[in-house]
């Protein structure tokens, strides 16, 4: 079974500039999540979509993150401008809807530096 | 409030021996879940294992324990005969029933050294 899929690895950037994310969810997982994930700190949540509604957008800056989830498949998370701070490994993951006991699936996460 | 608190930034344990990873939770759900995730220098989070709030039995996968004491509200990893490659950051996790939403919420995470 393919795990979960995200593009860039790694990616550098200059503050003020814009970068995407992007996830492929494990097939058949309906619920997909965005978290950030600090140096030296646990993943924070930013987004979680079920299908392609979101239900948690709570600790998302909407003032400069923005994501969507196409088709309830593949979700792309978006930063404009970057800042410095926004500096961190931004970790897709997924997980069987409605099985709130199973374990989320994580992908190898997208490392950002904003110069 | 902090719903998952880990107190310990960093432990060392000699290999082979035994080391057990602190846990305390925040709660108010009657049904909710507790997890422990391994993330190795590469960076993806692995899933060791689980602990429901209404199982009875200590859940344990291996090398891994879980040590559930619900009243106290803590849920402690224990790894028997370390390894090397158990080197790596710990998280510890709560998923709860209630709301909409039903995320993982991680703790500060707790960074393992094995020695030789």
């Known amino acids: 079974e393919a795990g979960v899929a995200q593009s860039p690895r790694y990616k550098i950037i200059e503050k003020r500039q814009s970068v995407a994310f992007w996830c492929n969810p494990i097939?058949?997982?309906?619920?997909l999540y965005w978290y950030q994930q600090i140096l030296g700190q646990g993943p924070k949540l930013l987004i979680q979509?079920?299908?392609?509604?979101?239900?948690?957008d709570s600790q998302l800056p909407k003032d400069r993150f923005s994501a969507e989830r196409l088709k309830g498949v593949d979700s792309t998370l978006k930063i404009q401008p970057a800042k410095l701070e926004d500096s961190a490994v931004y970790l897709c993951?997924?997980?069987?809807?409605?099985?709130?006991?199973?374990?989320?699936?994580f992908g190898e996460g997208s490392r950002l530096t904003v110069l | 409030a902090q719903k998952i608190t880990q107190t310990q930034p960093g432990m060392f344990v000699q290999e082979k021996e035994a080391v057990t990873l602190d846990c305390t939770y925040d709660?108010?759900?009657?049904?909710?879940?507790l997890f422990w995730y391994k993330q190795p220098s590469s960076g993806e989070m692995i899933f060791l294992i689980y602990?429901?709030?209404?199982?009875?039995q200590n859940a344990t996968e291996g090398r891994y324990s879980l040590n559930f004491q619900k009243a106290r509200k803590s849920a402690n990893l224990v790894i028997s005969a370390s390894q090397l490659g158990d080197s790596a950051m710990y998280f510890c996790?709560?998923?709860?029933?209630?709301?909409?939403?039903?995320?993982?919420?991680f703790g500060t995470g707790t960074r393992l050294q094995v020695t030789l």
């Open positions: 709660t108010s759900d009657q049904s909710y879940g």
């Open positions: 602990q429901g709030s209404y199982d009875e």
């Open positions: 097939s058949g997982h309906a619920t």
């Open positions: 979509f079920q299908n392609n509604g979101v239900v948690d």
């Open positions: 993951a997924s997980s069987l809807t409605g099985v709130w006991t199973g374990e989320l699936f």
């Open positions: 996790a709560m998923r709860e029933r209630g709301g909409t939403a039903s995320k993982l919420t």
